[in-house]
């Protein structure tokens, strides 16, 4: 899993709150358990005008050309609600958005998001509000992201900080999962181990 330690991206604008994960991966293409293959069926029913996934919807904003290499989404509150399927940050990082800014998520989303290498960014509405505008008006304008000092920059070059708790941020600064962070004390794990009596194994 890469890590993430500063990302400097054009940010796609999602102006729309209460996004659920059912709009996010659509049930019908929960069909694998791999973690591939559900980027071409992110936001399906809203970038498609059929259900073969054929006739791409000119009016559904992720789909201009100058957000095909976005990495950032800014999008409204409560953004992930729904069911707690993990497809959903799958699909979404496989359509290669690694970074979310939202003035909330709903939980397991946002702890699923963190477990699979993305950063849920929560600023206030307000500023949410800000960049939205920003990013609407200059389609294609950059983003700047920075995990190793829990920053966001702006379009027009403000600086807002931003939290997150210190395990979260050394597992992505690293590119660790949850098994990979364990790992990590492999050594002291077998010294342990070497240790415990044999009637006791």
Known sequence: MAGIQKMISVAAPLDRSNVDTDQIIPKQFLTKVERVGFGEHCFHDWRYLDEAGTQVNPDFILNQPVYQDAHILVTREN?????????????????????????????????????????????????????MKQLLAEPGAQMTVDLESKTVIAPDGTCYDFDLNDFHRECLLKGLDSIGWTLQFEDAISEYEAKIPAWRS
């Open 79 to 131: 953004f992930g609600c729904g069911s707690s399927r993990e497809h959903a940050p799958w699909a979404l990082k496989e359509m290669g958005y690694t970074i979310i800014l939202a003035p909330s998520f709903a939980d397991i989303f946002y702890g699923n998001a963190l477990n699979n290498g993305m950063l849920p960014v929560k600023l206030s509405e307000q500023v949410i509000d800000v960049i």
